[in-house]
Structures are given as structure tokens and as C-alpha cells.
């Protein structure tokens, strides 16, 4: 009893001071400030996501790609939150200002003495609607809540993406260390710890064991062990925005259970729905091996990748492309983009380039020389063909091209041999699927020349 007695003294609350009270009733105009600014830079998150995802698939071996399409899931999330939610927001906000507005010209709110309506329907009327008053409260508290609670899931997903980038890091120094581990069996390692914690934390607070003498001694410790975890410095501010939800739910005719088990569905169907466009708009599925070996190899559909007077602006590279869809020239300019995640592919059929310490080399020798290794590894790597028929002395450079600065590998075709009207170019690499097939792109083009 004494206990539960301190434990309320501490938590009851206190005299507040007279700007903190003024700075809590004046906090829309923060909050608008605030949410116009976020409106504009969340519009910009996609964009930013998208470069990184780019930089990843171009800049990293293939061990790492699987990890990246669940490390950039939740920053997505988060931008498709912050976009909606702040929307959402900004425009409940502007109601709520037109209201007080309104209520400034009429103070006395609804006139119930009139000549449009009967008095049996004003009276039914002013009691469903009793007090625009507390309309504008309550759609005062909503904006309040909206902004609070889409900041916090925010930083949550953001928060997760930086704990399991730390992961990943750990996971690279561990293979650094033991190269026999693979970089994604350390991360499952860890992530099964990670969750292990969860799960027990979730466990210590059903009612069966929360009560019990021994969890509450280690209960507290280890939820905040594992929200450091976590959540890192964004700990404090989520951990107080999420108890003051859970602590404040007065529903009475539904289990929690039952509330968080609904809301946890529906917020992730809501979720889903609002990320779809933005990762339909990027390269993320191109982590994932399958998409990226199969990508762009129907001779019968013309994509707009595959030819340079076609592309968007500033476009992603990662599809062989050559000119144009349509040749008159006596020469085709076949580009092929080059991406890290095939490196390991490369040295398994050209062996891994090593520096020849018989040889005092410059910093530039050495990347000259590691150019050439490059080069002339790509005369194995690639077999090209022309309708068919493979095409042997072709000659590689390596070449950045203008668009983003891309690195990939540059060939001329000559056109003596094309036929009249529709032709295929075929690029097949030793980047291998699970199955141990190589990897094949076709290029359709039309051949105008004589």
C-alpha cells in the first residue's frame, strides 16, 4: 500500500509553469509551421531513397542485397507515413482555423431560433450537435494526436533501418575477421537474437508472468536494454509518445488484445497501400536476385531501357542498352552497365585481381593495371550475339557514362551483317541464378541501313 502510494506521488501532476502552459495552447502554430515544412520535405524522401538504392545496387557485392530490400522497407514506410500523415494533418489544421474563424464572426455558435427548419428538428439537431466548441476541441486534439503519433512511427521505422544497418556493419567487420561466414547468416544470427529479446520482452508483460516476483525484478531492465536497443538516441521521445497511447486507452468494450491485434492489422493493410507507388517508382526489387537476373530479356516488349534516345531523365542503368531502336549507322554502340553485386562472379571465371608487388607501381599504374585486368576479364564474362550468330573479336573499354556517371563496359557492333528490318542483339553473362544459368538479355532493334 505504502508502495502503491509513492509510486502515485511520483507520477501525479505537477503545477506547470505559465509559459509552458501558453506555449501548449499556441502549439498549432508549430505545428503548421512544422508540417508545411515536413509536407515539403517528405516529398523529397522518395528521391533521396531512391539514390541510395541505386548507389546499393551498383556499389555493393550480392551477399548484401537481400539485406538491403528489408533494410530499405522501413524508410519507405516512413517516408509514405510522414507524406500522408502530414497531408492529412495540415488539412485538419486549416479546418480547425476556419472554424475559429467562424465562431470569431458568430460566438454564440448555431442559432436555434430560425425560420429554416422546424423546432422538432432543431431540437434533434442541437442534440447531436450541442457545441461547436467542442467540435473544434476535440478536432484540436485530433491534429495534436495525428502529428504526434505519424512523427513517432516515423522515427520508429527510421530507427529500425539504423539498427539493422548497424547489424549489417557488425555482420561485414565478422566476415572481415572469418570469411567462411557469410555476411547473411551472421545477420540472421543477430536478428534471431534481436528477436529472441522481443519476444521475451513481450512475454515478461502477459498477465501471467508480469505479476510474478522474479520478472518484475528483471522486467524493466530488459525492455529498456532492448528499446536502447533499438530504438538508439530516438528512445526517449517514442518510448513517451507510445506509453502515453497505451496508458491513456480507456476502451472498455474491447480486450487490448483484441484492439492491438485490429490495429496492428489494419495500420499494416494502411501501410501497405501507401508505400506500394513509391516503391513501384524504385529499383528495390532489383536487390532481390531473381528480378535482377530476369530483368528486361522479353525480345517481344520494346522498353524504353534498353535504347538511349529513349531514356528518361536521369536515368537508372542497369539493363545492357545500345543507341537507338532504330540503326541507319554502319556501327551499334552496345553499352553494358557494370555493378558490383556481379564482381565475384567475374573473379570466379577470371580470378580476383591481385597487385604484382614484384612491380613498384604508381597509384595510377596500379589502377591502369587494374583497368586491364577488368578488360580483359570482360572478354570471357560476356558473349554477345548478332541474330544468333555470336560475334568473337568484338572489343571492350571500360567507359563512365554521361548518365550518372555509371560504369560498365563499352563495345561497337558493326551493322555489314544485320538483316534488313528487325534484328536481335544478345548479351548472356556468367552472372549465374540458383539453378546455374547464365544470364541473358535481348536487345530488338530495327536496322534501316543498307
Not at 457545441?131 to 512511427?153: E, G, M, P
Request: aromatic share 14%; hydrophobic share 45%.
Amino acid at each position: 500500500m505504502e508502495e502503491q502510494t509513492d509510486i502515485e506521488s511520483k507520477v501525479s501532476p505537477k503545477k506547470k509553469p505559465k509559459w509552458l502552459r501558453a506555449l501548449e495552447t499556441q502549439s498549432w502554430q508549430a505545428e503548421l509551421v512544422i508540417s508545411g515544412l515536413a509536407i515539403f520535405g517528405s516529398l523529397q524522401l522518395p528521391t533521396l531513397l531512391n539514390s541510395l538504392v541505386d548507389y546499393c545496387l551498383f556499389n555493393f557485392s550480392e551477399p548484401y542485397m537481400e539485406i538491403f530490400f528489408f533494410l530499405f522497407i522501413y524508410p519507405y514506410f516512413a517516408a509514405a507515413i510522414l507524406i500522408f500523415s502530414f497531408i492529412t494533418h495540415l488539412i485538419l489544421r486549416a479546418l480547425w482555423i476556419g472554424m475559429l474563424g467562424l465562431v470569431s464572426v458568430y460566438p454564440n455558435g448555431i442559432n436555434p431560433d430560425q425560420d429554416f427548419f422546424s423546432k422538432d428538428y432543431m431540437q434533434k439537431f442541437m442534440k447531436e450537435y450541442p457545441d461547436v466548441n467542442l467540435f473544434n476541441k476535440k478536432l484540436d486534439d485530433l491534429c495534436s494526436t495525428i502529428f504526434a503519433a505519424s512523427a513517432s512511427i516515423a522515427i520508429v521505422m527510421v530507427m529500425i533501418s539504423t539498427t539493422l544497418s548497424l547489424i549489417l556493419i557488425i555482420a561485414t567487420c565478422i566476415n572481415y575477421l572469418f570469411p567462411s561466414l557469410s555476411i547473411l547468416r551472421i545477420v540472421l544470427v543477430l536478428g534471431g537474437i534481436f528477436f529472441l529479446i522481443s519476444l521475451f520482452a513481450s512475454m515478461f508483460n502477459s498477465k501471467n508472468l508480469r505479476e510474478k516476483e522474479w520478472v518484475q525484478k528483471i522486467h524493466f531492465p530488459f525492455a529498456q536494454l532492448f528499446g536502447k536497443m533499438v530504438y538508439l538516441f530516438a528512445m526517449r521521445p517514442i518510448t513517451y509518445i507510445s506509453m502515453i497511447f497505451m496508458t491513456n486507452n480507456k476502451s472498455k468494450n474491447t480486450s487490448m488484445l483484441s484492439l492491438t491485434a485490429i490495429g496492428s492489422i489494419f495500420s499494416f493493410v494502411f501501410a501497405i497501400l501507401l508505400v506500394f507507388p513509391l516503391l513501384k517508382q524504385s529499383n528495390m526489387k532489383y536487390f532481390q536476385q531473381e528480378n535482377y537476373f530476369s530483368y528486361q530479356t522479353n525480345s517481344s516488349h520494346l522498353k524504353a531501357t534498353k535504347y538511349e534516345n529513349l531514356f528518361d531523365e536521369n536515368p537508372t542503368l542497369i539493363t545492357p542498352f545500345i543507341q537507338a531502336d532504330i540503326i541507319a549507322a554502319t556501327t551499334i554502340k552496345l553499352f553494358i552497365p557494370w555493378l558490383e553485386r556481379e564482381q565475384s562472379f567475374a573473379d570466379e571465371l577470371c580470378g580476383e585481381y591481385v597487385e604484382d608487388k614484384d612491380k613498384e607501381m604508381t597509384r595510377n599504374e596500379m589502377r591502369l593495371d587494374k583497368v586491364k585486368h577488368a578488360v580483359d576479364c570482360s572478354y570471357k564474362y560476356f558473349e554477345i550475339s548478332l541474330n544468333g550468330t555470336v560475334l568473337p573479336d568484338l572489343k571492350y573499354y571500360q567507359h563512365h557514362h554521361s548518365s550518372n556517371g555509371t560504369v560498365g563496359f563499352l563495345t561497337y557492333i558493326s551493322t555489314k551483317d544485320c538483316l534488313p528490318m528487325e534484328n536481335i542483339i544478345k548479351i548472356k553473362s556468367h552472372y549465374k541464378n540458383d539453378e546455374g544459368e547464365m544470364r541473358e538479355t535481348e536487345i530488338p532493334f530495327i536496322f534501316e541501313g543498307k
